[in-house]
């Protein structure tokens, strides 16, 4: 079992436990083994109890049950637990704004113990009427309850982009050469609700006959038809689509598949749209389709009938960033504060992936539940930093901080703290129910505070799991571009923040874009990728990249 999934069963049974009313010191024993854990790279499956009772924080009895989820995958007191709370109220934990006190509340006074019920019970008003609710946690019950349902057959692109490569190299070994992935993971869409692929066949009888080979894809006899199997992988939530094209048509049709309707209705030079020009004979690549409308070749990210071709007048392919662009990697985590690795470890992975520096920005002290840096820690690390440059030069790690924005916009620590660090992110952490002229206040008085280097994750937004609080985009882009601050696209998968469609908004306006990958372990900084696909798919250039900037011109930004 990986180590993540163990974390989230311990933190399920604390949360069980308080559900439950138990003793709070039982509910602490698996929230701290929990948050202990966070901090263990080597995988938790290779080690036995008494090896596992070794690590800092665990006890015996811990690491005996630690032990047993690797190998039965649960424990005695959390099948327990399952057992007496029905499966709709576990379901409820995971609710924003809903937290074990008020859940048990909900099973226990009102009787809901399903989503539906809790749902119902929100349109009746009778949560709202329940001891310590009221109207606005009912109303944000029930948006978080639409949200849910909204999301719950949709993946975030890397879930299901490795899904598709999963369809993809099986249907290339059941005999399909000729493949391609087309549609929203094509397109590098942040959030997917299908996986669809174009082949092309000679025969579709024996291609249908290759797919029912394959045990994990099961086809759904009524949507599917002589040309197109359709249907879903064994425990995934994502309909898939499989279109047979005669191989003189492949290049047109799997271009098709992959642009927004808006793309292919461009007019071409003769007068066809580029869907026309696209089916109308046959391609040898699809850099000849736009070559014989006359129009501008347009990567597949960027395909959705919105600004390409508008961008195409200034911009070509060779503009765009690549992730071989990158020379630095900014917005990381250590063990200082959240962090899996070392500062060092993570430093040292960095340059081991040829990048020429690295910015650690370890969580700063309101943020008490992330082992926020105390001034004294600051200073600590500012040494360590110092004492591996000198080991690891020509590398360099930046002094940096990951800034809460505290609720009046202000920055966590007095100025004489804030003006050591080579730079600062500043982000939102607490205080999420805001309005968007709130929100955007907040913001841009953090932006203006000449200490910001970088705006983090400007909406908050977790894809698929919570909606950002709603803010003025323009009105924070124009305070960023007047105070010469750096925008970070946040490369979690999970987050993917700012939204790609105001890249161009940014560029217009001159304010710089860093892809930050927020890694909080090595491994994190590989979803750099991420990032350098919706930055791409909003036509960001390597010329408005920040962290494209080798090393001597991100120093002298920073002014060190």
């Known amino acids: 079992m990986q180590n993540a999934e163990i974390i989230r069963l311990l933190e399920l049974t604390a949360r069980l436990l308080e559900l439950n009313d138990e003793n709070p010191f039982k509910v602490r024993n698996y929230t701290n083994a929990a948050v202990a854990l966070e901090r263990v790279s080597e995988p938790l499956e290779n080690l036995n109890a008494e090896q596992i009772a070794q690590l800092d924080g665990l006890s015996k009895g811990m690491a005996d049950k630690i032990v047993l989820l690797n190998t039965e995958g649960t424990f005695p007191e959390l099948r327990q637990l399952l057992a007496q709370v029905p499966g709709g109220v576990v379901e409820m934990l995971d609710i924003k704004g809903l937290g074990p006190k008020k859940i048990r509340a909900l099973w226990k006074d009102l009787g809901i113990e399903t989503l539906d019920e809790l749902l119902a019970a929100c349109a009746d008003n009778r949560v709202a009427a329940l001891k310590g609710f009221g109207e606005k946690t009912q109303e944000n019950i029930r948006q978080a309850l639409v949200f849910r349902q909204a999301a719950a057959s949709k993946l975030r692109f890397d879930e299901a982009s490795t899904l598709a490569d999963m369809v993809f190299h099986e249907l290339r070994k059941a005999g399909l050469q000729t493949v391609y992935l087309t549609g929203q993971v094509a397109q590098c869409s942040p959030v997917v609700d299908s996986i669809q692929l174009v082949a092309a066949v000679e025969d579709v009888t024996a291609a249908h006959a290759a797919l029912a080979g394959i045990e994990w894809m099961h086809r759904d006899d009524q949507a599917s038809g002589p040309f197109a199997w359709r249907g879903r992988m064994t425990d995934a939530p994502l309909p898939v689509e499989v279109l047979f094209v005669p191989p003189q048509k492949f290049v047109g049709q799997a271009f098709v598949h992959t642009a927004a309707a808006g793309h292919l209705a461009k007019t071409a030079q003769n007068g066809q749209t580029l869907l026309q020009v696209a089916t109308s004979e046959t391609h040898q690549d699809e850099e000849q389709i736009y070559t014989k409308a006359g129009l501008p070749y347009i990567v597949p990210e960027m395909r959705e009938g919105l600004f390409e071709f508008e961008w195409a007048k200034n911009h070509s392919e060779a503009d765009l960033v690549k992730p071989a662009d990158l020379k630095g990697v900014l917005h990381n985590h250590s063990t200082y504060s959240d962090g899996k690795h070392t500062l060092e470890e993570m430093a040292r992975?960095?340059?081991?992936?040829?990048?020429?520096?690295?910015?650690?920005?370890?969580?700063?002290?309101?943020?008490?539940?992330?082992?926020?840096?105390?001034?004294?820690?600051?200073?600590?690390?500012?040494?360590?930093?110092?004492?591996?440059?000198?080991?690891?030069?020509?590398?360099?790690?930046?002094?940096?901080?990951?800034?809460?924005?505290?609720?009046?916009?202000?920055?966590?620590?007095?100025?004489?703290?804030?003006?050591?660090?080579?730079?600062?992110?500043?982000?939102?952490?607490?205080?999420?129910?805001?309005?968007?002229?709130?929100?955007?206040?907040?913001?841009?008085?953090?932006?203006?505070?000449?200490?910001?280097?970088?705006?983090?994750?400007?909406?908050?937004?977790?894809?698929?799991?919570?909606?950002?609080?709603?803010?003025?985009?323009?009105?924070?882009?124009?305070?960023?571009?007047?105070?010469?601050?750096?925008?970070?696209?946040?490369?979690?998968?999970?987050?993917?923040?700012?939204?790609?469609?105001?890249?161009?908004?940014?560029?217009?306006?001159?304010?710089?874009?860093?892809?930050?990958?927020?890694?909080?372990?090595?491994?994190?900084?590989?979803?750099?990728?991420?990032?350098?696909?919706?930055?791409?798919?909003?036509?960001?250039?390597?010329?408005?990249?920040?962290?494209?900037?080798?090393?001597?011109?991100?120093?002298?930004?920073?002014?060190?």
Request: charged letters at 25%; hydrophobic letters at 40%.
């Open 349 to 560: 992975y960095c340059q081991s992936l040829g990048y020429e520096y690295f910015g650690i920005t370890d969580h700063s002290k309101s943020a008490f539940y992330a082992n926020g840096l105390t001034e004294d820690r600051v200073r600590q690390q500012h040494q360590e930093i110092d004492a591996l440059n000198q080991k690891l030069a020509p590398f360099r790690i930046f002094k940096g901080i990951e800034s809460d924005i505290l609720t009046d916009g202000s920055l966590d620590y007095d100025d004489d703290v804030l003006k050591t660090f080579d730079f600062i992110v500043a982000s939102v952490h607490s205080g999420l129910g805001m309005d968007e002229e709130k929100a955007t206040k907040r913001l841009i008085r953090a932006v203006e505070n000449p200490y910001t280097t970088i705006l983090g994750h400007m909406t908050g937004r977790l894809l698929l799991r919570r909606e950002g609080y709603p803010v003025d985009h323009r009105k924070v882009i124009d305070a960023c571009a007047a105070n010469g601050v750096i925008i970070e696209i946040n490369a979690s998968p999970w987050r993917l923040d700012i939204d790609w469609h105001w890249l161009p908004y940014c560029m217009e306006k001159g304010v710089m874009i860093s892809i930050n990958p927020d890694a909080h372990e090595k491994n994190g900084i590989h979803d750099m990728a991420y990032g350098v696909n919706v930055a791409r798919k909003g036509g960001l250039t390597r010329a408005m990249t920040f962290n494209a900037l080798p090393l001597a011109e991100v120093g002298k930004r920073f002014g060190v």
